[in-house]
């Protein structure tokens, strides 16, 4: 592919900087272009990732509705995990998020 066109923008010093922090040593014209490209956001990609996100909140939210329910009427489950089960699916969905970012 014959890559004959050119795309400038101004910077700010700070800005550069940044661009080529999160570069992390590639080449800042492949970085930029996959950046503006959305390759580097993961494209479709997050797409996917969001619906299964969405998919486990939903499961969780079920899983809390059910423990409700059983605690409306008298039952107690064992929820001792809840809080980690809880920790662990926010980590997960700030990891998928970050790549959004």
Do not use: H, W
Request: glycine share 4%.
């Amino acid at each position: 592919m014959n890559k004959d066109k050119k795309f400038s923008i101004r910077l700010t010093e700070d800005e550069q900087n940044r661009i080529k922090k999160k570069a992390n040593g590639k080449p800042m014209s492949r970085y930029c272009r996959a950046v503006l490209l959305n390759e580097m956001a993961g494209g479709s990609m997050i797409a996917t990732q969001l619906t299964d996100i969405r998919r486990e909140l939903a499961s969780l939210g079920n899983n809390i509705n059910q423990i409700a329910k059983r605690v409306n009427s008298g039952e107690y489950p064992d929820i001792s995990r809840l809080p980690e089960i809880i920790n662990n699916l926010r980590d997960e969905i700030n990891k998928k998020l970050s790549k959004v970012r």
